[in-house]
């Protein structure tokens, strides 16, 4: 399974340990030919706002959309969920989103770095994955919060009732860094929306 990173900016390294843990291969993604053949991806954290300039920058923003609103499986982690939002509610005039999952979102609103915090989330939806319903010890620095949540969004987890991990259909987003833990189990939800969208294309097909 190819599963591609978005290598503009950000925490790429620690999510291809986690993939490549996982069986998948992990490819750097930074120009549209990067996109070929690949069965899903992640967005990193980094600067929402700086990897939003160099998408259109590397001319990969509208490629990248459109494997996206073809259904192509993906995992946003903290700026990343920014990217993916269909709102950034103080983010700039000019920065482009892919609204590939019906939130609005806030930058940075549980603080600056020094104000980081690790949290044990408990999540819904592991043991339907067939995965350890046990508790995820989470890392979030300069995380987003999710002021709103479309009516098809699940939320799979909060902190002090503020969504802070959910998904709709093949997109999943958190505003932690799951790749900062040997916990894998958040990238092989991913590897399972892989397997649920083959799925449904056989079915379609038959």
Do not use: K, W, Y
């Amino acid at each position: 399974m190819n599963v591609g990173i978005l290598a503009l900016q950000g925490a790429v390294e620690p999510h291809a340990r986690s993939l490549t843990r996982l069986g998948a291969t992990p490819v750097e993604v930074r120009r549209p030919g990067d996109l070929a053949g690949l069965d899903a991806i992640v967005m990193p954290g980094g600067e929402s706002t700086t990897i939003s300039m160099l998408l259109q920058r590397q001319e990969l923003f509208d490629p990248l959309a459109t494997r996206l609103a073809e259904g192509l499986p993906v995992l946003g982690t903290c700026a990343g969920m920014i990217l993916l939002a269909v709102e950034v509610l103080d983010g700039r005039p000019d920065q482009r989103c892919f609204a590939a999952i019906d939130l609005s979102v806030r930058r940075n609103a549980f603080g600056r770095q020094v104000d980081s915090f690790e949290a044990d989330l408990d999540i819904a939806g592991l043991d339907d994955a067939g995965l350890d319903p046990a508790p995820f010890h989470a890392v979030f620095i300069r995380a987003p919060v999710v002021d709103r949540v479309g009516p098809d969004v699940e939320v799979l987890a909060t902190v002090d009732d503020a969504p802070v991990l959910c998904r709709q259909g093949c997109v999943i987003v958190s505003s932690f860094h799951p790749e900062l833990s040997d916990d894998l189990r958040i990238h092989q939800l991913l590897l399972s929306a892989v397997a649920d969208s083959d799925r449904t294309a056989i079915n379609e097909v038959t």
